[in-house]
């Protein structure tokens, strides 16, 4: 089992950068995918990012170049550095752990708002 808390979220304009923190706390942090979704007013959540237990890593196409994921799983944290912010990536972004072994559910954080607005 393992629970995710999300911090980071903030309005910010334009061109900004933020960086989103995914505290995990649990077991088998070090044996999971992580990733970070997102999900704006009105629209299904979508995958932004992943990484994978060694470290591999994918982007959704419009945030390819901009974000970037990564992992400490000495402090069982995954993070998102989001650079060149636009009005579009305003959603509350979500930290999933994906299930491993017997386990039947994936995890999920709360969510952290994060608003690019002028």
């Known amino acids: 089992q393992m629970q995710l808390v999300e911090s980071g979220g903030d309005l910010v304009q334009p061109g900004s950068s933020l960086r989103l923190s995914c505290a995990g706390s649990?077991?088998?942090?070090?044996?999971?995918?992580m990733a970070w979704y997102r999900q704006a007013p009105g629209k299904t959540r979508e995958l932004v990012a992943s990484?994978?237990?060694?470290?591999?890593?994918d982007y959704e196409q419009s945030v390819e170049g901009r974000f970037t994921i990564s992992r400490d799983n000495s402090k069982s944290t995954v993070d998102l550095q989001m650079n060149s912010l636009k009005p579009e990536d305003t959603a509350v972004y979500y930290c999933?752990?994906?299930?491993?072994?017997?386990?039947?559910?994936?995890?999920w954080g709360q969510g952290t708002q994060v608003t690019v607005s002028l």
């Open positions: 990484i994978r237990p060694g470290h591999t890593t």
């Open positions: 999933k752990a994906a299930r491993i072994w017997l386990e039947t559910d994936d995890y």
């Open positions: 649990g077991i088998g942090f070090s044996h999971r995918t």
